[in-house]
């Protein structure tokens, strides 16, 4: 009888796949999160045994780089840049208005399971500020008013 491919068997497979590799923590978590949407909770104590690691220092990469969710998505992905050029254009207001258009704060995801809101650093779209990422699509100029547009249209 074979037994259920579980979530720690998927998960060092993934690790077995980079062993030997220089600095596979990061191709890990990236593989993971490919797999599950997420880097589920029950991924990181696998992670850590594979590379050696404590989880205190997975869970301190996965924080430091955005990239990485602990959560499911939403359905829609909105990100707002949060990088020195697009704060000095109106930003904070950007992200204002999405998260009272959508009733949760930056990183949250709302409870219709509609929309998660995240902040991203630098789109390369310096010039044309707030820039945001909506679904993989880079949009400019998006101040507070075309933030909160564009958060609800994608609720609608
Ligand atoms: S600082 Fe926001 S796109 Fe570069």
Redesign the pocket.
Known sequence: MTHPDTLPDQVARICAAHAGREGPLLPILHDVQASFGHVPAGAVPVIAEALNLTRAEVHGVMSFYHDFRDAPAGRHVVKI?R????QAVG?DASIAAAEAALGVPMGGTTADGAVTLEPVY?????AC???ALVDGEVVGRVDAARAEAIVKGLRA
Do not use: D, I
Not at 83 to 86: L, T
């Open positions: 840049c990088s020195e050029a697009c930003a630098c789109l390369g779209l310096c500020g707030p820039a």
